[in-house]
């Protein structure tokens, strides 16, 4: 019953890491 959520976790956390990484090379 948790696997969606889990793997909507698995999906959603390197989108967030990327966007952290960008807003950290923009400045």
Known sequence: R???AVNLK????????FE????IDNF
Do not use: N
Request: charged share 0%; net charge neutral.
């Open 10 to 17: 698995i999906v959603f956390l390197p989108l967030l890491v």
């Open 2 to 4: 948790g696997f969606p």
């Open 20 to 23: 952290v990484i960008i807003l």
